[in-house]
């Protein structure tokens, strides 16, 4: 079994997260020579107030 984990700011819609799951999925089982349904995929969305890159707040940088 594979497990894919995938880190990504909210708000991308039902439609674009189902179209990269297919993607990466069907890539790792060709990689690892593994079955499709061998591989897991899991998404953790991330809020703009809870990512920041170089120390400032992602919901900052669009404020400014």
Do not use: P
């Not at 497990?3 to 189902?18: F, I, N, Q």
């Not at 069907?26 to 990512?51: P, T």
């Amino acid at each position: 079994m594979v497990v894919l984990k995938v880190t990504l700011l909210e708000g991308r819609s039902l439609e674009k997260k189902r179209e990269l799951a297919r993607r990466l999925s069907e890539a790792a089982a060709r990689h690892f020579g593994e079955d499709l349904q061998e591989i897991r995929l899991v998404f953790y969305e991330v809020s703009k107030d809870d990512w920041a890159v170089g120390g400032v707040l992602l919901r900052d940088k669009e404020e400014a």
